[in-house]
């Protein structure tokens, strides 16, 4: 049986981004959920929320990328 991909929603990192969501720091929060993602490569959680955070931007590209990547793993 394959290895299950990581869906550890409860990363240190995903946790703090979300309280900066929470606080109205929607840059920083960004910017943790983006390094997240890359430091976590296959986290469904962090895919997934970063993809949800830059849609919430308006970044569309950017989060069909995410989006993307959830869908190969």
Known sequence: MAPAKTVEA???ELQR????WAANR???AVRLFVETAAR???NV???VDTARALGHRHEIKRAIGYLNRLRAL
């Open 10 to 12: 409860e990363l240190p």
């Open 17 to 20: 981004a979300r309280a900066l």
């Open 26 to 28: 929607f840059d920083d």
């Open 40 to 42: 976590h490569p296959q």
């Open 45 to 47: 959680a962090a895919l």
